[in-house]
T-cell receptor
Framework: GAGVSQSPRYKVAKRGQDVALRCDPI?????LFWYQQALGQGPEFLTY????????KSGLPSDRFFAERPEGSVSTLKIQRTQQEDSAVYLC????????????FGPGTRLLVL | GENVEQHPSTLSVQEGDSAVIKCTYS??????FPWYKQELGKRPQLIID?????GEKKDQRIAVTLNKTAKHFSLHITETQPEDSAVYFC???????????FGKGTKLSVKP
């Protein structure tokens, strides 16, 4: 079946612009995670949803970052007033949430803030 | 919170040799330890995982060992091939309710 998909794959933004990144999880997956991966580093946790409920947002670096999953499927990560330090790959992962811990990753959105 | 340390950061081996990557974790409540392979510009792909009730798991040329007492786990790749060249990440979590905490990665180069 289809895996996790993300769009856009690449995004160039001018400093101060708002951006919205989309994640389509595997159909039926209850859990959804967002991670930020800086160049040459491992992914770092941003936020976690179980269905439409945002259960953990402790990894969001500032109040400029906002995530939602209103219908418990597609999720959007929004970054307001982008800064150069926001440049990174944003990865989405989904998990069945039913007795399985395996997280399946999307291809990521590479964000470059100029 | 959890902290995962990974070594070495780079590893170069000859084709056919074995490669070993080691990770340590700090949170004794962590109970799930996956390993991901990430090729340049691609998504992380799960290659093997182990849960805390198991000490070792093997899948063809890949094996993972876990020492809960010492809080460390290792990835072993035997008979390496050039296509094994990639960045490998270890991670730890508290299972299905927890996010993954990743190590910084190991860049493996397999020379033909």
């Amino acid at each position: 079946g289809a895996g996790v998909s993300q769009s856009p794959r690449y995004k160039v933004a001018k400093r101060g612009q708002d951006v919205a990144l989309r994640c389509d999880p595997i159909s039926g997956h209850v859990s959804l995670f967002w991670y930020q991966q800086a160049l040459g580093q491992g992914p770092e946790f941003l936020t976690y949803f179980q269905n439409e409920a945002q259960l953990d947002k402790s990894g969001l670096p500032s109040d400029r970052f906002f995530a939602e999953r209103p219908e418990g499927s597609v999720s959007t990560l929004k970054i307001q007033r982008t800064q150069q330090e926001d440049s990174a790959v944003y990865l989405c992962a989904s998990m069945t949430g039913r007795r399985s811990e395996t997280q399946y990753f999307g291809p990521g959105t590479r964000l470059l803030v100029l | 919170g959890e902290n995962v340390e990974q070594h070495p950061s780079t590893l170069s081996v000859q084709e056919g040799d074995s490669a070993v990557i080691k990770c340590t974790y700090s949170d004794s409540a962590s109970n799930y330890f996956p390993w991901y392979k990430q090729e340049l510009g691609k998504r992380p792909q799960l290659i093997i995982d182990i849960r805390s009730n198991v000490g070792e798991k093997k899948d063809q040329r890949i094996a993972v060992t876990l020492n809960k007492t010492a809080k460390h786990f290792s990835l072993h790749i035997t008979e390496t091939q050039p296509e094994d060249s990639a960045v490998y990440f270890c991670a730890a979590s508290r299972g299905s309710q927890g996010n993954l905490i990743f190590g910084k990665g190991t860049k493996l180069s397999v020379k033909p």
